[in-house]
Nanobody
């Protein structure tokens, strides 16, 4: 079992920044690709960003490209999502997931075996 706990969410004004963290348990963290998804009320859970076993392999949804950056620190068993230039439409619960699958599967929800409970991000105008 892999346990994931997100943190770092909160309330910010449009144009502001937040950094989300996802702390994982277990000694095999580096064997998993990691992803961030988000879900707003009444909407489907959507892909935000993912990072492969090798940190250079990072992928982003078009809606966040150039504003968000995903990174990981395997020594700390933690993945991060740096969110800059936040917009009201970024408001959602953000979830991190762990996937043992190849990089081309990472934009899909079904690729992830483990999920955290989410952290709320609210962006006011």
């Amino acid at each position: 079992q892999v346990q994931l706990v997100e943190s770092g969410g909160g309330l910010v004004q449009a144009g502001g920044s937040l950094r989300l963290s996802c702390a994982a348990s277990g000694r095999t963290f580096s064997s998993y690709a990691m992803g961030w998804f988000r879900q707003a009320p009444g909407k489907e859970r959507e892909f935000v960003a993912a990072i492969g076993w090798i940190s250079v392999n990072a992928y982003y949804a078009d809606s966040v490209k150039g504003r968000f950056t995903i990174s990981r620190d395997n020594a700390k068993n933690t993945v991060y999502l740096q969110m800059n230039s936040l917009k009201p439409e970024d408001t959602a619960v953000y979830y991190c997931g762990a996937s043992p699958r190849s990089y081309r599967q990472l934009p899909y929800h079904s690729a992830y075996d483990y999920w955290g409970q989410g952290t709320q991000v609210t962006v006011s105008s």
